[in-house]
């Protein structure tokens, strides 16, 4: 028998699996996604495509990592996840993908700087976390102290993790992610970019609270 609560969670983790594969961040087996409600999380199973990743790919887990509902082991990554969830009660989703872009830039920065001022909806400059064999509690670790204030983190020599506090925010922050990373990769080619100043991203701050950036607004009568 499901657990209450348990079939949804695991089929929003399958279809955001699905469509981060859609849109090119995962690859074949390369990645994983998870979403946590209370102290169950989701989270894809070892080994599986995640382009064609169903409900049944996904595998529930306890917080600390007994295998609650599911006939597969969770992916090798799961000391990551549980450990973002640990550091952050506020993300109830993350997401790690070996996406193209956001896995060349994390064999070649330490960061990716602030070029454009979307970059700022991660919390700014993304950290790159120190290399560690995948699926080790030393990368776990790496990738959370990275995270620090962010919502978003690349991998040195590995891929990139995006969180949220919900699974649809997490996929919107790690398809951010690349496109910042591919932009970086094309103004690079033309030159050397133009990085904003902690001032100018200030003020990118202040007007988009001020104008309530972002959100939808009825139009007024």
């Known amino acids: 028998m499901s657990l209450p609560g348990a079939g949804d969670l695991r089929a929003g983790v399958a279809a955001a699996a699905r469509q981060l594969a859609e849109a090119g961040l995962l690859v ?12 169950l999380v989701a989270v894809t199973g070892t080994g599986v495509v ?12 306890s917080r600390s990592g007994a295998v609650v509902e599911g006939r597969l082991a969770p992916t090798s990554e799961l000391a990551l996840h549980l450990g973002v969830y640990d550091d952050s009660p506020h993300v109830a989703a993350v ?4 996406a193209p872009f956001a896995t060349a830039v994390a064999c070649v920065l330490d960061e990716l700087p602030v070029l454009h001022y979307q970059q700022l909806a991660l919390g700014g400059e993304v950290r790159v976390a120190s290399y560690a064999t995948f699926g080790t509690d030393a990368l776990a670790a790496s990738v959370r102290t990275a995270l620090e204030g962010r919502s978003a983190a690349l991998m040195a020599n590995h891929g990139s993790v995006a969180v949220g506090a919900a699974l649809e925010k997490a996929v919107e922050n790690a398809v951010l992610l690349e496109w910042l990373c591919q932009l970086h990769h094309r103004a690079s080619a033309l030159g050397t970019p133009r990085v904003l100043t902690a001032e100018q991203q200030a003020d990118v701050i202040r007007v ?3 104008r309530d950036y972002g959100t939808t607004k ?4």
Request: glycine share 12%.
């Open 208 to 210: 988009a609270i001020e």
């Open 28 to 39: 074949g087996t390369a990645g994983n996604v998870s979403a946590r409600a209370g102290d």
């Open 50 to 61: 995640l382009g064609a990743c169903t409900t049944d790919d996904v595998t529930v887990v």
């Open 95 to 98: 997401v790690h993908t070996h």
């Open 218 to 221: 009825e139009n007024p009568q």
